[in-house]
């Protein structure tokens, strides 16, 4: 698998982050497992009836990905990544209340911890791609989430079937 940063990867990130709470973390992710750019996600995401309301939903990444034939299992509590799978990891960014751990992750309501979540791509257990930071060795998730005071609350597990 050669990896290919969407080439509108700025363009469609800023756009999209216009309002707090919104962004194409969840396109950005699949683009880069797929090889795509972030529109041809967002065409797709359209032409199978997927409502974009400014995010994304695990349910509907999870729908778009069966769509495109490939096999998605979650996994919550993952401590090594297979290099045969792709990954699409959802990162909790904590909130400054005490409570640090779910529901809440440092936010007063679980409906406020969820606007204050994203999605970063993990690929050949090698590199992690967030939308916003860019292409990384995998070495530095730690470190990502730890300065950007994330924590990963579970994972999708993808492959694609054989065409």
Same mark, same amino acid.
């Given at each position: 698998?050669?990896?290919?940063?969407? +080439?509108?990867? *700025? *363009?469609? +990130?800023? !756009?999209?982050? @216009?309002?707090?709470? *919104?962004? #194409? #973390? &969840?396109?950005?992710?699949?683009?880069?497992? *797929?090889g795509l750019t972030i529109q041809e996600v967002m065409n797709n995401w359209e032409s199978f009836g997927l409502d974009f309301k400014g995010w994304s939903g695990w349910k509907q990444i999870k729908d778009y990905l069966k769509e495109r034939g490939y096999v998605v299992t979650q996994k919550n509590n993952l401590k090594e990544y297979e290099p045969c799978y792709s990954y699409i990891a959802r990162v909790q960014w904590l909130g400054q209340g005490e409570k640090k751990e779910k529901p809440f992750y440092g936010h007063g309501?679980? /409906? @406020?911890?969820?606007?204050? +979540? !994203?999605?970063?791509?993990? =690929?050949?257990?090698?590199?992690?791609? #967030?939308?916003? +930071? &860019? =292409? /990384?060795?995998?070495? !530095?998730? /730690?470190?990502? =989430?730890?300065?950007?005071?994330?924590?990963?609350? /579970?994972h999708m597990e993808i492959i694609k079937l054989k065409q």
């Open positions: 698998m050669i990896i290919k940063i969407p +080439t509108d990867n *700025e *363009e469609m +990130t800023k !756009h999209y982050a @216009k309002n707090p709470g *919104e962004g #194409c #973390c &969840g396109q950005a992710a699949i683009a880069i497992i *797929e309501h679980w /409906s @406020k911890a969820t606007a204050h +979540t !994203h999605f970063i791509a993990i =690929l050949q257990n090698k590199y992690f791609f #967030c939308n916003e +930071t &860019g =292409l /990384s060795r995998i070495k !530095h998730l /730690s470190d990502y =989430l730890i300065n950007n005071q994330g924590v990963i609350t /579970s």
